[in-house]
């Protein structure tokens, strides 16, 4: 619980310059559905604010599924599901999170500081982390970096990743770091995973 506080708080830190200008930031989302004659619609189409803080990195659920496969029955706003870092059982999570220029804060941390987060959702292979924002889930997890530059730590090095690469992660210990000067927007689809 102290871990995730102490994240919080320095998730406030993260996002002070886009609050200050009294706005998070946003991606727009648009949802489809069929309506009653089978035609498809436009179920939603608007802002979806980043403002999720469960890291020091603004975030935002654009949709979130509890089953597989899914079933189209609903009609509310899935992004609005309370989900935590991991997606449901046999579920999805659509989620875009901005990283901005990581802060020697961040870097000062406890090293299981994200580990902590995770909790038994956590594969029980992986050698232990090496960085504070370092975890690892169950899940397979897709990322496509939108905009900006980052470096994914693992076990033993990194990569460099700019906008248009994309990563396929399978639930493997790794770290968002990004040590550049603009903020890195990327878009992640994380799936519920057996035991690697």
């Known amino acids: 619980m102290k871990a ?5 708080a320095l998730a406030l830190i993260a996002t002070t310059s886009a609050f200050a200008q ?3 930031p946003e991606v727009r989302r648009v949802v489809t559905a069929l309506d009653a004659n089978g035609r498809a ?3 939603a189409d608007g802002a979806v604010p980043l403002t999720s803080l469960r890291s020091p990195n603004p975030a935002g659920e654009m949709w979130v599924t509890s089953q597989y496969p899914p079933d189209y029955s609903w009609k509310e706003d899935r992004a609005k599901t309370k989900v935590g870092l ?3 059982a046999n579920g999805t999570i659509f989620r875009i999170v901005d990283f901005p220029p990581m802060k020697a804060e961040v870097e000062k941390m406890d090293v299981n500081t994200m580990m902590k987060v995770v909790g038994d959702h ?3 292979k992986g050698v232990p982390v090496r960085h504070p924002m370092m975890h690892r889930t169950r899940s397979l997890d897709y990322a496509i970096i939108m905009s900006g530059e980052i470096d994914m730590l ?3 090095g990194e990569v460099h990743l700019k906008a248009g690469d994309v990563v396929v992660q399978q639930a493997t210990n790794h ?3 990004n ?3 603009e903020v890195c927007r990327i878009a992640f689809i994380l799936m519920d995973g057996q035991e690697p």
């Open 122 to 124: 956590a594969p029980a």
């Open 179 to 181: 040590r550049g000067k």
């Open 175 to 177: 770290a968002w770091v």
């Open 22 to 24: 009294n706005k998070a």
């Open 86 to 88: 991991i997606p449901p």
């Open 41 to 43: 619609v436009a179920l």
């Open 154 to 156: 693992l076990d033993d």
């Open 4 to 8: 995730l506080l102490m994240v919080m």
